[in-house]
């Protein structure tokens, strides 16, 4: 793949061609069950609350701003569905923690025709790790609330507010890759600090893979096959663009 920027949909594509390979089906399966219940669970709950923001964001703006109105509902719209959708994603890769892992751990096998060192996978790692995975998932929640809070004072903030919903597409397509680029570089073990060390020198393409995913978790149908396509395009990424760099002594 030629590596630009842009690229990073590219691993996307990539993630559909992967799962559809017949050595791999068996490994998404579960993820794709547990995606499908979780997301019809949050289409459900976040049609209400869309209809909710409606008619908050109207009551909210006096009659001399009304005009606003047709700017600021779509926006705060767009902000309330990415937020609804990404705490979906996080109980659904907390859930999948363990398959997802796995599932990881194959492609990369396909990509690079080479196993794990001994001992680093399989289903018995997998068991054994479950916790640790679990206990990982629950990491990467609480830097989601590090950031997360104090980026929605934002939407109170006036003028400021306007770009509040574009400043929060922006970390929500940053931790989504975050989120899919943790799970093969977790099976070697690499720390939460050095993952995000290793997808900052690839800023671009990084951010162009969590939009992508960002996008694909907002398309009815799509969003159902989500997980397991991130997480065979982010192991691709892994493979092509981050495995090789080294950590700073």
């Known amino acids: 793949m030629k590596k630009t920027p842009i690229s990073g949909l590219g691993y996307l594509f990539k993630g559909i061609a992967l799962i559809t390979k017949p050595g791999l089906r068996i490994y998404v399966t579960i993820p794709l069950l547990i995606n499908s219940l979780l997301f019809g669970i949050g289409i459900w709950y976040g049609y209400g609350q869309v209809q909710l923001v409606m008619e908050k964001v109207s009551s909210f703006l006096p009659e001399w701003l009304a005009w606003l109105s047709w700017l600021l509902i779509p ?99 940053w931790m989504l890759v975050v989120q899919y680029a943790d799970v093969p570089m977790a099976n070697h073990e690499l720390s939460g600090k050095e993952i995000r060390r290793r997808l900052k020198t690839q800023r671009f393409t990084s951010l162009a893979f969590g939009g992508g995913v960002l996008m694909m978790t907002m398309v009815p149908v799509l969003n159902f096959i989500s997980m397991p396509v991130a997480v065979a395009g982010a192991t691709a990424m892994w493979v092509d663009r981050l495995k090789g760099l080294e950590t700073p002594q």
Do not use: C
């Open 75 to 173: 926006l705060f719209i767009i902000a309330t569905v990415v937020l609804l959708f990404f705490t979906f994603t996080i109980v659904a890769n907390l859930i999948s923690a363990p398959f997802n892992s796995l599932l990881a751990e194959k492609v990369e096998e396909l990509l690079t025709g080479e196993k794990l060192p001994q001992g680093e996978g399989g289903w018995q790692r997998i068991i054994k790790d479950t916790l640790p995975l679990i206990m990982n998932e629950i990491g990467k929640i609480g830097y989601f609330l590090a950031w997360t809070i104090p980026l929605l004072i934002l939407f109170i903030i006036p003028v400021v507010n306007i770009a509040a919903p574009f400043i929060w597409l922006v970390f929500s397509a």
